[in-house]
């Protein structure tokens, strides 16, 4: 690839990050964390804060495409964009100089020179580097016979230039990060994540957001088969990637669902089903120091997510575990759209047996009364049954 022998650095310009105030130096050391995990067995030789951005300089790439560094700069959070940049000195031949060596090969009739500068003071404004350059290469295009054209509003290619106190960066390409803020920043959550398609795409909002997602997968084998505990695994693995590392708790809640099934009405099995899951992820939220509970409801996509039976089941958990549903206000084909961008779409869609699936009533409540409810999981008295669920669950770590 010819643009590997151009190449020495990666510049990561970050968007929110920079409103954080004080906090801006922890934002940034935890984007630098993130990034050297996210880099993990590419080579690199640094990556470093450097006048509000973050550089990771590469140094001898030993043959790795810049693609594999594209693929998992794709996924750090906190990135709004990103460029492969060439480095060098102020002065403005070496300026010149990288410019041509960055654009000789490239195929285009019309482009435009964009500059940047964070040291003000440099001798030069943007317009005026803009114009020096641009003549630069203008004439050597000349030169070579194959002239080529300014064109300020709608140029086929754009070579960016970035003046900062110390050096200059060139570059020909400005890709697009994920944004969001980067993982770990706000915290931990406990992820409910099924085989489907919905709670892996909620998982991921809160990751954007700045929140380490460890996630809990209810089961209860021999009941239901292996293959939605490995559709599981595959999506935490995938989601894994977003956030350099992944925790997933297995919990067979069998013995609970067999009460359940024998001792509450029929039309009320998936109420208590989810108050089950809930309550097994409050005591996950301890036992980790997390701060809530993400799931991937959207309101009244099934009867279990109408507004009172979503009250009937988030109320079975303190209120200082704090139940989040980020895709509340979607419709289906907008998760499934996000789910095929964050790569989870294809293996939530084969088809498991979800636990639930075999206990689901023909004509479910939906719109559990509180009263009813209570009364009768007290009755269940299922307390003890989760605490050794959770206590025995099985833990993988991914990543
Ligand atoms: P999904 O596609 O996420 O399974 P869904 O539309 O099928 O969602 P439900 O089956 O009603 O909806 O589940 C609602 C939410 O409850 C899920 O988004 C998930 O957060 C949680 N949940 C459901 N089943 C499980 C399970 N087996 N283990 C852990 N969490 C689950
Ligand atoms: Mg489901």
Same mark, same amino acid.
């Given at each position: 690839m010819k643009e590997k022998e151009y190449v020495d650095s990666i510049l990561v310009h970050y968007g929110e990050?920079?409103? +954080?105030?004080?906090?801006r130096e922890y934002f940034e050391e935890k984007l630098v964390d993130n990034l050297c995990s996210a880099l993990d067995g590419l080579s690199f030789e640094s990556v470093r804060r450097k006048y509000g951005r973050v550089l990771v300089e590469l140094g001898?790439?030993?043959?790795? +495409?810049?693609s594999e560094y594209e693929e998992r700069v794709n996924?750090?959070?906190?990135?709004a964009n990103y460029a492969f940049v060439r480095t060098c000195s102020r002065d403005l031949d070496s300026i010149k100089k990288e410019a041509w060596e960055l654009v000789r090969s490239e195929d285009f009739s019309s482009f435009k020179v964009a500059s940047r500068r964070?040291? +003000?003071?440099?001798?030069?404004n943007s317009v005026e580097l803009n114009e020096e350059v641009g003549a630069h290469l203008q004439q050597r295009y000349e030169q070579r016979g194959s002239p080529r054209e300014v064109d300020l *509003? *709608?140029?086929?290619f754009t070579l960016y230039l970035e003046v900062t106190s110390s050096e200059v960066f060139v570059y020909k390409r400005k890709i697009d990060g994920p944004g969001?803020?980067?993982?770990g920043t706000a915290g931990k959550i406990v992820s409910l994540i099924?085989?489907?398609?919905?709670s892996p795409v909620a998982a991921w909002k809160m990751m954007k957001r700045g929140a380490g997602v460890v996630f809990v997968h209810f089961h209860s084998f021999p009941r239901t088969d292996r293959a939605s505990q490995e559709n599981v695994r595959e999506v935490v693995e995938v989601l894994s990637s977003w956030q350099g590392w992944g925790k997933l708790y297995l919990v067979n809640i069998r013995s609970i669902q067999r009460k359940i099934i024998t001792k509450a009405p029929k039309r009320l099995r998936i109420i208590f089903y989810r108050r089950t899951m809930l309550r097994a992820a409050e005591r996950i939220v301890g036992q980790e120091n997390a701060k809530g509970v993400v799931t991937g409801d959207s309101l009244? @996509?099934?009867?279990? @997510?109408t507004l009172e039976n979503l009250r009937a089941t988030g109320e079975?958990?303190?209120?200082?575990v704090p139940i989040y549903r980020?895709?509340?206000?979607?419709d289906k084909h907008e998760i499934e759209y996000r789910a095929r961008e964050i790569g989870t779409y294809e293996i939530s869609s084969r088809s498991s047996r979800d636990c639930c699936v075999y206990m689901r009533p023909k004509h479910p409540e939906t719109k559990a009364s509180l009263n009813e409810v209570r009364e009768i999981e007290q009755s269940l008295e299922t307390d003890d049954l989760i605490s050794e669920a959770v206590a025995n669950s099985d833990i993988e770590e991914f990543g």
């Open positions: 990050i920079a409103l +954080k105030g004080d906090n001898g790439t030993d043959g790795a +495409k810049l996924r750090v959070f906190g990135i964070s040291d +003000k003071n440099y001798r030069l *509003e *709608e140029p086929d969001g803020l980067p993982v099924s085989a489907g398609i919905d009244a @996509q099934v009867s279990s @997510q079975s958990v303190s209120s200082s980020p895709n509340i206000g979607m």
